[in-house]
């Protein structure tokens, strides 16, 4: 079995919003740390990681949200630019209408 980092499946960010979109009263710790990790993992695939589809987010990120104690480990800032620049370079292609990533940071 292939490591998740190596996949580029895609998930419908429709999906994740619809079933996490509200916290259950009542639930344990694990519950809530599950609901923790789809919204980090949301906010790196369509804030700082997003596609050209605008509505499916990468699962390459999963490892990186497993443990909410290590994401501090994890240099997000150089992970940021080095995405920006590899979508500035793909964008230097002619074929190329669209323009994805962290614009925000342009």
């Given at each position: 079995?292939?490591?998740?980092?190596?996949c580029?499946?895609?998930v419908?960010?429709?999906?994740?919003?619809?079933?996490?979109?509200?916290?259950?009263?009542?639930?344990?710790?694990?519950?809530?740390?599950?609901?923790?990790?789809?919204?980090?993992?949301?906010?790196?695939?369509?804030?700082?990681?997003?596609?050209?589809?605008?509505?499916?987010?990468?699962?390459?990120?999963?490892?990186?949200?497993?443990?909410?104690?290590?994401?501090?480990?994890?240099?997000?800032?150089?992970?940021?630019?080095?995405?920006?620049?590899?979508?500035?370079?793909?964008?230097?292609?002619?074929?190329?209408?669209?323009?994805?990533?962290?614009?925000?940071?342009?």
């Amino acid at each position: 079995m292939l490591p998740l980092t190596n996949c580029i499946e895609l998930v419908k960010c429709t999906w994740m919003q619809e079933t996490f979109s509200d916290l259950p009263h009542d639930v344990d710790e694990e519950t809530i740390r599950k609901y923790a990790r789809v919204y980090v993992m949301m906010l790196l695939s369509t804030q700082l990681f997003d596609n050209k589809s605008g509505t499916r987010m990468y699962i390459r990120w999963l490892p990186y949200v497993a443990r909410l104690e290590d994401m501090y480990r994890y240099s997000w800032g150089s992970a940021a630019l080095l995405w920006l620049y590899r979508c500035l370079y793909r964008v230097a292609n002619r074929n190329v209408v669209k323009l994805t990533g962290p614009l925000k940071f342009l």
